[in-house]
């Protein structure tokens, strides 16, 4: 499995072969907009956390363009097939056999409408089964007892939370929510894009480190291997 970072929580995750494309959100971020060209980028599926522009704005010409399939939550999925794009909606606990692999779309506490103020659901994360590997993408969330419930099905390879604060976790929290899930490797999102939410990057790191975990802080572009 390869884990790409397109800054705030966009990522490109390729499963032996098939590319998912999770809250694409470049053309309008100011740190990824100069360096990654959206119609370069595959998608066959496209993972959707909640509706918030700063997660969905690419979706529609990135959809189109590639003729993928948005995978989210019922609202954001009927939004979506009334532009005209193939859909597959889920709801929160629900799982699907993909052919890369099994989604559950999981709780997240945060809110969910789009730019124009159409309902967009309740928002949410997902936990991603494929190729042997196990991630969970939180998505805007606070810090949830709901996470424990993650590790009672899942062993989990790399938890991805956000650690920018004022709008979902900040450092303190998801350490704890890494421990709810039971994952010492961390990739944080959700930082740096705006001026609510800019970090210390060192800070962060050594915080996590202080705790006996690992936070990975990847450039805009750059990938990892699981
Ligand atoms: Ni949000
Ligand atoms: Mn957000």
Redesign the pocket.
Known sequence: MKITFYG??SLGIEIAGTHLLVDPFISGNPLSKDLIDINTLKADFILLTHA?Q??VLDAEAIAKRTGSTIVSNYEIAMYYQNLGITVHPMNHGGSWKFPFGMVKYVNAIHTSSFADGTYGGQPGGFVIEGEHKNIYIAG?TALTMDMKLIPMQTKLDLAIL?IGDN??MGIEDAIIASDFVQCDKVLGV?YDTFGYIEIDHEAAKKQFYDAEKDLMLLEIGESIEL
């Open positions: 705030q929580n918030h700063d997660h805007d956000p709008f979902t959700h």
